[in-house]
């Protein structure tokens, strides 16, 4: 996330001009924007025809600039010619979803700041985009805010790595970031049994399903923002198909893989479906190449889950590390909220750690399975077991 403004007070209000590079930058302003924020994006309004020359209007000693670019006519459900326009509109939020496979942020609201042709209380929906600047408001920028906006800010938070998840005749191709996980992928085809006379077109059948898996490949797979690929599979599904990789990367001067072969690493796993991504983030091999990141945090053996076990337990100054999703802080009721972010600064106070699990990552949807809520114990507490959840 590029931040290219800031101007607020930590606990207090202002707000920040950022512009998202990707998909994960779309999930960090999904995990700060809360109901009541504000935001302000430039949109597209379908306007009736009036008064469309102006590109700057006065009224009321309020200067309103509008910026107007290809204006396309269409006939509107009226007869009316309608026409589009480019401007810049500030809403309070009432609701925001985040649109995990086309890669948009929908922010929805009233208008706050009225000009020529949106009045103040009308309801809008701008689209969070990459590459698209909005700014955000708050009436307070909290600790848990804080915190998100420097890690979308932080370069490492891009994907940690690219898996190629696969068996004979079916692979995934996915996408471990910092905070999410994306198939970005899936290659289905009928191989043929190996022996006998479909020998023949057993061979056939799997070099074409290996060079659709390389297309996939060298579409979704960008070195300069992966750390690592990891070639994973039962079997030796994974060997034949990195031969395969090198081979047709060396007749064809792809450079992209020629380049990059020594960060392109094998794994076995038990299957080529997405449950064995998990076998993926725990082989040593990935574990040291990401163990900075997000996609590295373990689940731990030894911990105490579910909110009354752990308020409990921090009631004992027993936490030495709090887990927890982020679907937790995107509560609509604004104390709900403040009650998991007091508890976080809580923890830290008492010289703990904490863990903010996204619940598009492997990880976090891991958690949530466990009531969204765990913590590691300094030193045990067996007697956790007899309290009810």
């Given at each position: 996330m590029k931040i290219t403004r800031r101007d607020f007070v930590a606990n207090g209000p202002g707000s920040v001009k950022m512009v998202p590079v990707d998909s994960d930058d779309l999930w960090y302003a999904y995990n700060l924007i809360a109901p009541g924020d504000t935001v302000q994006?430039?949109?597209?309004?379908?306007?009736?025809?009036?008064?469309?020359?102006?590109?700057k209007i006065e009224r009321s000693h309020k200067k309103y600039i509008l910026q107007k670019e290809k204006v396309l006519r269409e006939v509107a459900s009226g007869g009316r010619d309608a026409e589009r326009m480019k401007l810049k509109l500030e809403i309070k939020v009432e609701v925001a979803e985040y649109d995990k496979a086309g890669s948009v942020l929908r922010v929805r609201g009233k208008n706050i700041q009225e000009n020529e042709y949106v009045k103040i209380g009308q309801f809008h929906t701008l689209e969070i985009e990459p590459?698209?600047?909005?700014?955000?408001?708050?009436?307070?920028?909290?600790?848990?805010?804080l915190d998100t906006l420097n890690q979308?800010?932080?370069p490492a938070a891009s994907a940690d790595l690219a898996v190629v998840l696969m068996q004979e005749g079916l692979a995934h191709v996915i996408l471990v970031g910092r905070s999410l996980t994306i198939t970005r992928s899936r290659i289905e085809a009928s191989i043929p049994r190996k022996h006998g006379p479909a020998i023949a077109g057993y061979e056939a059948a799997l070099n074409k399903f290996f060079e659709n898996v390389l297309q996939a490949f060298l579409k979704h797979v960008d070195f300069n923002v992966v750390?690592?690929?990891?070639?994973?599979?039962?079997?030796f599904t994974k060997d034949q198909f990195h031969r395969h990789l090198l081979l047709e990367a060396e007749r064809r001067q792809l450079r992209s893989i020629i380049e990059n072969k020594s960060r392109i690493i094998l794994v076995h796993t038990s299957s080529g479906y997405k449950h064995s991504l998990r076998e993926v983030l725990d082989a040593p091999n990935v574990m040291n190449i990401i163990k900075d990141t997000k996609a590295a945090q373990e689940d731990p053996a030894r911990a105490c889950y579910g909110p009354k076990h752990v308020e409990v337990?921090?009631?004992?100054?027993?936490?030495q590390t709090l887990l927890i999703t982020d679907e937790l802080f995107r509560s609509a009721d604004i104390p709900t909220r403040q009650k998991y972010v007091n508890f976080v600064n809580s923890v830290k106070d008492s010289g703990g750690t904490a863990h903010i699990f996204s619940s598009m990552h492997v990880s976090g949807e891991q958690l949530a399975q466990l009531t969204g809520i765990a913590a590691?114990?300094?030193f045990p507490l067996p007697d956790l077991e007899d309290i009810e959840m």
């Open positions: 994006a430039v949109t597209v309004r379908l306007l009736e025809e009036f008064k469309i020359n102006a590109t590459h698209r600047p909005f700014v955000l408001g708050k009436a307070c920028w909290d600790s848990l805010a979308a800010s932080d750390r690592c690929a990891v070639i994973a599979s039962p079997g337990a921090h009631e004992r100054m027993a936490v590691i114990l300094r």
